[in-house]
C-alpha cells in the first residue's frame, strides 16, 4: 500500500525546510530535530493534576512526570518515549501522554532515562525498570487500588517496555497487565527486508537505525543481549499480554512483526496490527490522521484491560 496522502504532505514540507541526514550529523542535531518535531504536536489536553519528581539514580537523576487526568483513575500506563535512545525526553512526549490519560481515564507517568552516547546501555534499561519499580510501590496512589499497571512506548521506547515486561517477569515484579509496543525496536539485525525497502527510508532510514545503535550499544556484541534485543531472549512465556502496532512504511516493521509473532508462539495473547500506508513515528505525530487509528487501536486495548479487571473484582465479591 502507498503512503497515505496526510504523511506524504508532511515529508515534503519537512524535506523543503531542509537538514543534514540523522546520520550524518550530530547528537545536538538529532536532538534538536526531535524537538522541532513535538513542537509540531499543538496544544495538549489539561490534567487534574501533574507531579514531578526526581528519581535518584547512583551517579544522576531520573526525571518521572505524572499525569494524572481524573480524581480516580482507572489504571497506570508508565511511558517510554522515543528517539533512539538518543533523543527524545518527557517534555517532548507530554502532549501524547496528556492525550492518551485522557482517553484512557489512566493516570500517564512519563519515565525519563538517560540518553546515549553520554550514558550508553545499559543505563537506559536500569532507569526504566528503577521508574517501574516505583511506579509499582505508589501505585495506589496513582490510582484507584487494583487498577492494572501497563507498560508503553514508541520506537526506542517500545524497545524499553518489552524490556520492562522481561524484567519484571524475571524479577516478580512489578505486575504488569498489558505492554503496549508502537513500532518497537526489537532487534540489532538490520538485515530484514523492510530495512532494504527503498519506500520505507522516511522519516527513519536503515542508516539512521545503525547510527543509533552505534551510540546506545558501541559493543557490538552486546547487542544480542535481551535488554538490548528482546526479540532474542531465550522465552518469552509468561509474559503479560501485548498491544503491537508496526506501520507498513518503516524500516522496523518487519522486527516489530517477528516479536508479535514469537509472543504468540509462546502462548502470549497479542492484539496485533500493522498500520497501512503509515511511516515511522505516525502514532506520535498527532497532526496525522493515521496517529488517530493508532489511538484506538490503544484505548480500546486499555479499557478492555480494566473492564475485564473490574469483571474480576465483582465475581471476587462474596
Known sequence: MTLDFATAQLLEQLAEAGGTP????????????????????GPAPPMARVDEHGLAMPDGTVPIRVLVPLERPAGV????????WVSGSIGESDTVARKLAERTSCTL?????????????????????????????HANELARPGAPLFVAGDGAGGNLAAVMALRARDRGGPP?????????????????????????QLLLTRDAVAWFWDQYVPD???????????????????LPPAVVLTAGHDVLRDEGEDYAER?????????????????????TLLMLPGSERGFQQVVKA???VIAERAREAARALP
Request: with cysteine; aromatic share 8%.
Open 176 to 200: 504488569i497487565a498489558a505492554q503496549i509496543l508502537i513500532c518497537p525496536v526489537t532487534d540489532a539485525d538490520l538485515a530484514r527486508p523492510s530495512y532494504g525497502d527503498p519506500a520505507n
Open 263 to 283: 509472543l504468540c508462539a509462546a502462548g502470549v495473547q497479542v492484539d496485533f496490527m500493522r498500520h497501512e500506508g503509515q511511516a515511522h513515528g505516525f502514532f
Open 109 to 137: 507517568v512519563l519515565a525519563g532515562y538517560r540518553l546515549a552516547p553520554e550514558h550508553p546501555y545499559p543505563v537506559a534499561v536500569d532507569d526504566s525498570y528503577a521508574a517501574l519499580e516505583w511506579v509499582g510501590e
Open 77 to 84: 500506563i508508565v511511558y517510554y518515549h522515543g528517539g533512539g
Open 302 to 304: 486499555v479499557r478492555a
Open 22 to 41: 540523522l546520520h550524518e550529523g550530530s547528537v545536538a542535531q538529532a536532538r534538536a530535530s526531535s524537538a522541532d518535531l513535538a513542537a509540531m504536536l
Open 220 to 238: 557490538a556484541a552486546r547487542r544480542r543481549e535481551a535488554d538490548a534485543s528482546p526479540l532474542r531472549a531465550a522465552e518469552l512465556a509468561g
